[in-house]
């Protein structure tokens, strides 16, 4: 049996080499090029196509062909399943997986880094001593122990994000649709975003980009939040209107911006701009603010990560090929 990766990064050889080795009765194929129509033909002969999300659409122009050459297993090496279309999928009755929990510390990690950053000025520090600029004054911080920090989404990241943040001693007040027993537990949980909004010095966004959560932070929500909040998304970038955002700091409102993820991230993040014309005015300006830490996604970004991430999916696309049902299948 044949499995074809698309788009895998250098740092991924390693795990996929290793993953091959363990498991000789298949043959695994790398490229660093992504799934797209016109990529699609590469994975003749092949019996899974094995995908990162990169905010490229998988649809029936991609799908179509795979259908065309006998393909119908699609597993990713990522949670998120943003660019897939599942009507598609199930036309041509696709066998789907993603890998729905890998490290989250990797993410929650981040995204506590980058709130305690924020409430520090560290990168106002930063660029200060960068230009030499030694003196204290007016860089002084808030102590994350003294802030309340809210944690939108209890799931496996939002979870870890809370020990996080109780680790730094602050109070932790958290919001989910549906409340997780251990959260519940410790009495953590309030009854609306409004009373998380009321509350929060922090806020950091651990919920799924669905489209029924799409600019869940715009204007109307910051308006109901406390002044100078600190507000980190390393959810997903249709989580938040950028504009509302940009008026909220422009305005004095919202104090730091920690933004992992963007709404229009496709084809922007993971490319190398240096020295080149950069095409998003909105990114470019919001990189020169320093009150605001943008990271291209990278959150997920470490060795322990990319290592599950590779082999949990590959595990699923030998289930799928010796005709069981990996945990990680998609019951879409
Ligand atoms: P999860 O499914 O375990 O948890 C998501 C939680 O959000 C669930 O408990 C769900 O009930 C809750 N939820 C959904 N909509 C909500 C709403 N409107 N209001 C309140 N709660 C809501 O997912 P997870 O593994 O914790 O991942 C969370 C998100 O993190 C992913 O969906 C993905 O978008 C993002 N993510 C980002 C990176 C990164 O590198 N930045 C990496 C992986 C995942
Ligand atoms: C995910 O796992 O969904 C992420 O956000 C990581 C990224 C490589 C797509």
Redesign the pocket.
Known sequence: SKILAYGVREDEQSAMQRWASQHPEVQVDTTDVLLTPENATLAQGYDVVNILQAGIPVGESTLGQLDQMGIHTLTLR???TDDLDFDVLKKYQFNVSNV??YS?NA?AEHAMIQMARLFRHFKQMDLKVYRHNLKWAPTIGREVRKQTIGI???????RVAIQIAQGFGAKVIA????RNAEIEAQGLYVDSLDELYAQADGISL?????P??HH?IDAKAIAKMKDQVVIVN???GNLVDTDAIIAGLDAGKIDGFGM??YEDEGGLFNVDWEGKDFPDTRVADLITRDNVIVSP?T??YTWTATEEMVEQSLDAGLAFITGNTPEQAINY
Do not use: C, S
């Open positions: 990522n949670v998120g729905p929990r989250p993410i939108i989404g209890t799931g496996n990241i939002g919001y989910d649709k549906y651990h919920v799924p980009g669905l029924e959560n869940m390393a959810g997903r992992d993820t996604h959150a997920f």
